[in-house]
């Protein structure tokens, strides 16, 4: 069965203090893998897709890169404006098949 | 510019009442989605559209319906039969063609059933 699971489900940083985070997945072949950011009652926007192993995109402070198994948003020097629901989700190579999300990680970034 | 519309962005419902939630795009995409989220849930899909006049079931689509009349726009109706409908509602569209799998969000529907 195809599914994603992203960890933590929650993080709390200080202004300035760089993390990651996780997106792992099981898909029987992979299209793509996109990240979105959601901020409270609002809907998703988009961030990157990812394609294949080993690529790697930027955007101010964020980075995404993907391996076959996981894929990691690293937040460098991350500020309280970072703060939202980072959802991850995985879109399967069988043609008309809809996005698979993960549950999402909240981040928290306090000054 | 383009986007996507979702009206209303908060609705009340009265237990055995049917309810439907308008989704407009102009964004010209051919695909179309309602996704239901649940505080600490992903996204769950409930139908998706790829052409006008056809839709497909998705996960949980049991208590949902919906059409596909034109291009642009794709209503859910959630019905009385839907045993637990308090959820946030986002609709959802994708092209076809270069860089087209990104789905592009409306702001949602917020539903409460009182």
């Known amino acids: 069965e195809d599914q994603v699971t992203q960890s933590p489900e929650a993080l709390r940083l200080q202004e300035g203090e760089s993390s990651s985070l996780n997106c792992s997945y099981t898909?029987?072949?992979?299209?793509?893998l996109f990240w979105y950011r959601q901020d409270p009652g609002k809907g998703p926007e988009f961030l990157f897709t990812?394609?294949?192993a080993g690529e790697e995109k930027e955007k101010e402070r964020l980075k995404a890169t993907l391996t076959k198994k996981e894929s990691f948003l690293h937040i460098t020097a991350p500020k309280p404006e970072d703060s939202a629901t980072y959802l991850c989700?995985?879109?399967?190579?069988?043609?008309?098949?809809?996005?698979?999300f993960g549950k999402g990680t909240t981040l928290s970034v306090s000054s | 510019d383009g986007g996507i519309t979702q009206s209303p962005k908060y609705l009340f419902r009265k237990e055995g009442q049917n309810v439907t939630l308008s989704c407009e795009q102009n964004?010209?995409?051919?695909?179309m989605y309602w996704y239901r989220q649940d505080p600490g849930q992903g996204l769950r899909l409930i139908y998706y559209?790829?052409?006008?006049?056809?839709?497909q079931k998705g996960d949980i689509a049991e208590g949902y319906s919906v059409s596909r009349e034109k291009k642009e726009s794709f209503p859910l109706t959630v019905t009385s039969a839907q045993k637990n409908p308090t959820a946030f509602y986002l609709c959802?569209?994708?092209?076809f063609g270069s860089g087209a799998n990104v789905l592009t969000f409306g702001a949602g529907s917020r539903l409460t059933v009182l």
């Open positions: 898909v029987s072949g992979l299209r793509g």
């Open positions: 989700a995985v879109q399967p190579y069988q043609a008309g098949t809809a996005l698979i």
């Open positions: 990812l394609y294949s």
């Open positions: 559209s790829q052409i006008v006049n056809d839709f």
């Open positions: 959802a569209s994708k092209g």
């Open positions: 964004l010209n995409h051919d695909a």
